[in-house]
């Protein structure tokens, strides 16, 4: 793809929460390019920086975590233009107009389970501006009104032409009885469904871009393979964008073109998905793909698993952050040096010194 196909750019991003017991740092030089119609997958272990990661794109990392250095490009481009504007979306004030714009309208998110999507804090006609910016489902307000909302807050139509909307999305992501079920609150939905309205809230504007964080989490493998069924299908029809964050490597597998594997707030290797779980390079990758359950194993066989814990992220180990639990360890390198970003063959890269001249 050329360079006029890139839509976010992320340069160097690092992101910091300063709490009493120290500084933690949850995204730490982290660079990547995502494309308009491609699928980039992330993936790693919780509390690796994923999450903090796709915040950080929208502006909307929880206090007292804030952007200390790096850049988020966005390449935007008005509906049916050619050329674009660059938008420094790490320097746009949080509340400010031009990031509420872009946020739900231009890039949607998708959050992980639905049931924690419900927040209980909310009440109904209260905070509303917020709930539809972060594309929230409020308990005591009908989905409809919710979806509708959002669609207000973006698009230039009348409360009725939102509402036909509304339902056209549900009944697209589908939601059976669409015209029924758009009265519905949230605790008369099942999972799913709440799971579906999610999706649809997220691309009732056509975004440019979706940011998935874990969209399948707690949901039955049926229901999973229809919404990722339904996220292709609205993928290839508006050119969309997406940024898959998941655990599950058979997932990520399915959806993505290029993955970017993170430890610790680092991104330790990326690569065009096959490449990836072919030819892993990075230790850390190939400790993950052989904890995939292989289907005809002999049932008393145990899964591979990574050795050694996390570690501290207020007292991280010098050198390679996985050096620790590394099976590849070479003493006095990978404990005293810090591995930099290598590009190896195409566009495959890694952060290890067993590819490094030290």
């Known amino acids: 793809m050329s360079e006029n196909n890139v839509l976010v750019e992320i340069q160097d991003l690092r992101v910091e929460f300063d709490v009493r017991a120290g500084v933690v740092k949850a995204v730490d ?80 998110m998708i959050f992980q ?103 399948t989490t707690a949901l039955d493998v049926s229901i999973e393979a229809q919404i990722l069924d339904i996220m292709r299908e609205l993928q290839e029809s508006v050119n969309m964008a997406i940024m898959f964050i998941t655990h599950n490597l058979g997932v990520i597998a399915e959806m993505a073109e290029e993955i970017v594997v993170m430890y610790m707030g680092k991104q330790v290797e990326r690569a065009k998905t096959v490449a990836l779980f072919y030819e892993p390079m990075h230790p850390y990758t190939r400790a993950l793909l052989q904890s995939i359950p292989v289907v005809g194993r002999k049932s008393r066989a145990r899964l591979a698993s990574i050795e050694g814990m996390v570690p501290d992220p207020f007292n991280l180990p010098p050198g390679c952050v996985f050096h620790p639990r590394c099976p590849a360890f070479m003493p006095g390198k990978c404990d005293k040096i810090a591995p930099t970003w290598k590009q190896l063959v195409g566009d495959h890269w890694v952060s290890c010194l067993l590819y490094q001249e030290v």
């Open 29 to 108: 030089g982290v660079s990547f390019d995502i494309k308009r119609g491609q699928t980039l997958g992330v993936i790693g272990e919780s509390g690796c920086g994923k999450s903090i990661t796709a915040r950080a794109i929208l502006q909307m990392v929880p206090k007292p975590g804030k952007i200390t250095n790096g850049q988020v490009l966005y390449h935007r481009r008005a509906r049916g233009a050619t050329q674009t504007d660059i938008v420094n979306i790490s320097k746009l004030d949080p509340d400010g107009q031009i990031i509420r714009e872009i946020r739900g309208g231009e890039i949607g």
């Open 113 to 215: 389970e639905p049931m924690s999507s419900l927040t209980p804090v909310y009440t109904a006609g209260t905070h509303i501006d917020e709930a539809v910016s972060l594309h929230r489902l409020t308990p005591l307000r009908k989905v409809g009104d919710q979806l509708a909302e959002t669609i207000q807050a973006h698009r230039k139509v009348t409360k009725q032409e939102a509402r036909e909307i509304a339902i056209a999305m549900l009944r697209r992501v589908g939601i059976p009885k669409p015209d029924q079920r758009v009265d519905s609150y949230p605790h008369q939905l099942s999972g799913g469904q709440r799971q579906r309205v999610m999706i649809a809230i997220a691309l009732s504007c056509q975004p440019a871009m979706l940011i998935a964080d874990e969209p």
